[in-house]
């Protein structure tokens, strides 16, 4: 059990927090609507988390809800799943270099992000992957981090300019952009082959995990809307460091720096590697170019793949805004687990058995829905290519079975 929740806050509790409360707050408008963000976004990580575990249970084997989708709803859905988490995390991934950059050198932040880019996906293409041991030194030195953050903002004990809320449109929203930050969470889901006693063990530590990490989130959002405020804390960079400055503990900047580099590094490490793979199997289902699916004899890695994804989301970290990067990305998840609801719906005809998969299914199409018009009409766009590259090359080449 200990270890299987450890295993959850390493993949939830990183750079996510650094990078999503300016644009979340942004879009709440006030504290109160904030707080109920986070708190829609971590049921609906919630309901997908157990969907997962149902379905991983079911289909032990890799590709996650492209899989699941595949075996419960159709080849379509899974390949749907697929492309939605392609281009989802390719996002995340600008994202997370872009926190680098935001943190580390804010003038310079998209040639920091690429360079941090490339040096990564060049660690990838020799087999080097960030070990167990080095997931939870992360997350121990985030998490001081934030503690930190917290103690230092509760003892300042100010209060910034108020906002307005902007609605319950806006509360969902935050929700949508709030979801970036508890990325990983199905990451228990996937370890039924792992743990002792799966039935029993993950269905506890699933939730476990989400509730300590929304009560972190909480924490470190309470204490830096108490300094900043909801209007200040939307227009920052980087808003943990404007917040220990706000505070009066400027030498703990950067400190909060460094640990969110750190973070968000880790987290660039592991998504890379994440769609790599998920691009390797699409590639060998013939849903993207055959030579994606090329593994190297002597390091065993997929490294025209890794080499695909790192040139992707370069270019995304040279152009692309943080902000912008963030709502793309959730849309693409959001819409991916979406399907993972879908499938899990199919399991059971109890209606007791479908009430997650139901509730899951419809926040994360409204959260989806209700994120910046921009991140949906490009999200929305990116989705209906790719499903009609599928429709042409379903037509002209009939997929492997």
Known sequence: MFDAVTIGLGAMIGAGIFAALAPAAGAAGSGAALFCGLAI??????CNAMASARLAALYPVAGGTYVYGRERLGEFWGYLAGWAFVVGKTA?????????????WPGQAHAVAVGAVVALTALNCFGVQKAAWAGRVIVALVLGVLT??????AGASRSGPAGVSEGFGGVLQSAGLLF???AGYARIATLGEEVRDPARTIPRAIPLALGITLVVYAAVALAVVSVLGTGALADSGAPLVDAVRAAGASALGPVVRAGAAIAALGSLLALILGVSRTTLAMARDRHLPGALAAVHPRFQVPQRAEIAVGVVVAVLAATADLRA???FSSFGVLVYYAVANASAWTLSSRAVARVLPALGFAGCLALAGTLPVTSVVWGAAVIAVGAAVHGVRR???PVRK
Request: proline share 0%; hydrophobic share 70%.
């Open 41 to 46: 976004a971590g049921a609906v990580a919630y």
């Open 92 to 104: 995340s991934c600008a994202a997370m270099a872009l926190t680098v950059g935001t943190y580390v």
């Open 148 to 153: 930190a953050v917290v103690v230092v903002c």
């Open 325 to 327: 990067a963030i709502g």
């Open 395 to 397: 037509a002209a080449i």
């Open 180 to 182: 970036f930050a508890f």
